[in-house]
């Protein structure tokens, strides 16, 4: 069985975004996802979240001005005061509203250093976090992106990622496996949801090379689901993609009820 959640912060953009909440619920959501709610007040955030009777599967921290390319602060030296001073605030958030998976984003690589410590530097940031958020039973995760629209991002595949997580040596930390970057980054789809599914903490979906809803690209996305159910994975899977028209049309291919699990057969792709 399939549980799904709607990541608001790319999805019900018809609506300004303390309103996608209610938005989603009537769409027929229990969970939802959402990038660091920059420029947002976080009581209202949360307010508007209970208020709609919404759990939340995972958020970002702070990754800075994605609209501006920003992916994350962890590697830069200048931005470490933002970084840790959001860690706090991050969590407070989750604890209030149940959540216990928080996405950090790592960085692009930056000019005139070398790559060694800026890693070092990310390992250190990322030992840090997870310490605070393993005290409030959180998980932290690290997601690898897709090098064509996030051009010098640290980590654009699962086997560099996951070693790299390795490294830090925190328990509390895990992959976010996001189907449609690594589709563009190396393939094997469902082999290697099969070989790192102990790993994985949170799955993100969206069909390829255009990102739209499942179903309108190359992947065969009633066998990746039939595998994430055969993995174990027992998860949230985000829906996180630019919908081709708007969002509630975007939805046909899922049972109009999205609160109770999904069978793969019944759905329409």
């Known amino acids: 069985m399939l549980q799904f959640n709607l990541n608001v912060s ?26 660091w709610p920059r420029g947002e007040d976080c009581a209202a955030v949360a307010r508007r979240i209970r208020d709609a009777g919404l759990e939340v599967a995972l958020f970002n921290f702070d990754a800075g001005d994605m609209a501006a390319g920003d992916r994350g602060l962890l590697n830069d030296p200048e931005r470490q005061d933002q970084f840790r001073a959001n ?13 216990i998976r928080l996405n950090a984003l790592a960085g692009k690589w930056r000019s005139g ?16 976090a997870a310490a605070q958020a393993e005290q409030a039973g959180i998980a932290i995760l690290v997601e690898s992106l897709n090098a064509w629209e996030n051009n010098g991002y640290l ?31 190396e393939g094997n789809i469902t082999a290697n949801i ?17 990102r739209h809803q499942p179903g309108t690209g190359e992947l065969n996305y009633p066998f990746i689901f039939e595998t994430i159910v055969a993995s174990g994975y027992q998860g949230f899977i985000g829906l996180e993609y630019n919908p081709r028209g708007a969002t509630a049309e ?15 057969d019944t759905l329409q792709l």
Not at 156 to 182: C, W
Request: glycine share 4%.
């Open 194 to 210: 099969k070989a790192y599914a102990a790993q994985i903490g949170h799955i993100q979906v969206a069909d390829s090379p255009q």
């Open 250 to 264: 975007s939805l046909h291919w899922l049972p109009s009820d999205r609160r109770a699990p999904i069978p793969v």
């Open 113 to 128: 250093e070398a790559h060694e410590a800026q890693l070092d530097r990310v390992r250190e940031n990322l030992h840090w």
């Open 155 to 185: 980590f654009t595949n699962s086997a560099e990622t996951l070693a790299f997580l390795a490294s830090v040596g925190a328990r509390n930390l895990k992959y976010q496996y996001d189907v449609y970057h690594m589709q563009r980054m």
């Open 87 to 99: 860690v706090p605030v991050a969590l407070e958030l989750a604890q209030q509203l149940g959540c």
């Open 10 to 35: 790319i999805l019900l953009k018809e609506y300004p975004f303390l309103e996608r909440f209610d938005q989603a619920a009537r769409l027929g959501f229990r969970a939802v996802e959402f990038w």
